[in-house]
Structure formats: C-alpha cells, structure tokens
C-alpha cells in the first residue's frame, strides 16, 4: 500500500468518522407516535393510576398501545402508540375520558437507548417539511363577516353622499336578505 500521508493523520480521520457514526446511530432508531397527558394548572397530578384509567379506556376504543408511563414529577405522563393514524382518534378518546383541566398533545417519544443518551446523542429532529407538515383549520362565521362587510360599504356610502352634499339615502344592514 502506497499511503504517503502519516500515520497520526490516518487515525485521525478514523476517529472523526467513528465520532461521527456514534452519533448519527440515534437516527436509526425511529420515535414511537405518544400522546402527552398534562394538567391545565399546576396543581393537577398525573399519577399511575390516571394512566391506567387512561390505558383501559383506549382499551375500550380499540386503540393499540404500550408504555403508559408518568412523569417522577407528577406533571406529565405519555402513553406511547402503535401507529401514527391512531394519535388523532386516541387524543379524542383520551379527552373524552379526562375532560376540562387537562391537555392532550400529540407527541414523538424517543426510542435512543439510554447509553446514546447518556453521551449527549440525540436523534435529529426532522422540521415540518420533514415530517409531513402541518394542518391548520380555519372556521369562519360568514354570516357576522358579511354583516361586518356590508356595514362598512352603507358607512362609506353615507360619508361619500355627505362629502358631495347629496341627500342621504336610506341605507340598512340589519339582516341581510339571503339569511
């Protein structure tokens, strides 16, 4: 072998590369989609036994899941699913069963092993772009939106009939017609 570089040079690019390999490894272990189970205040407890309340009732609407785990602070806990398609229909499930005073959110958990986690290695964490972006959805009240439109059009007719001193017309928007 014909390598005129020195041996200290070689080592180090070997080192890089196995530095570098050590920390992409997390990538390969892909997130389990979760639900996270929080209090509305601070003085809500998420214990055991609300996950376990939690777990039979997504149980009962058919939901696949593991790892039910609180938080040692008694804050959050996470319920860890199967499939990604199931998050929606189990944060429903899951809201249902608790009602007001708590927050369900959608989640990502971490399936880097303990050991990675410990040096610092972190999977990478993909953007919207990445992960599927997101879905925003906008509900508009039409009918207080016209009734807002059609009031400012009948104030700036008046003012227009005031600035050319023409006698003001009988203008109206209480109901609209198509209501």
Known sequence: MLNKYPLW??????????IG???AVPNLYRPDPALQVSGD???VV???????????????GGIEHFGEKADETGKSGLIRLYETDMQ??????????????????LNLASNTPDWLSN???????LGLDLSGG??????????????TRLEHYSSGIKKKTALFRVSSPLLSCA?????
């Open 9 to 18: 040079k070689n080592l180090l690019i070997i080192a890089v590369l196995g």
């Open 21 to 23: 390999f050590l920390y």
């Open 41 to 43: 205040s601070s003085g």
């Open 46 to 60: 998420i214990d055991q036994a609300l996950m376990t309340r939690l777990s039979t009732a997504l149980d009962a």
């Open 88 to 105: 929606l229909r189990a944060q429903r499930i899951v809201q249902r069963t608790l009602g007001d005073g708590y927050v369900v959110a």
């Open 119 to 125: 040096l610092g290695a972190q999977a990478m964490k």
């Open 134 to 147: 997101v879905h925003f959805l906008l509900e508009v009240d039409t009918d207080s939106a016209i009734a």
């Open 175 to 179: 109901t609209p017609p198509w209501v």
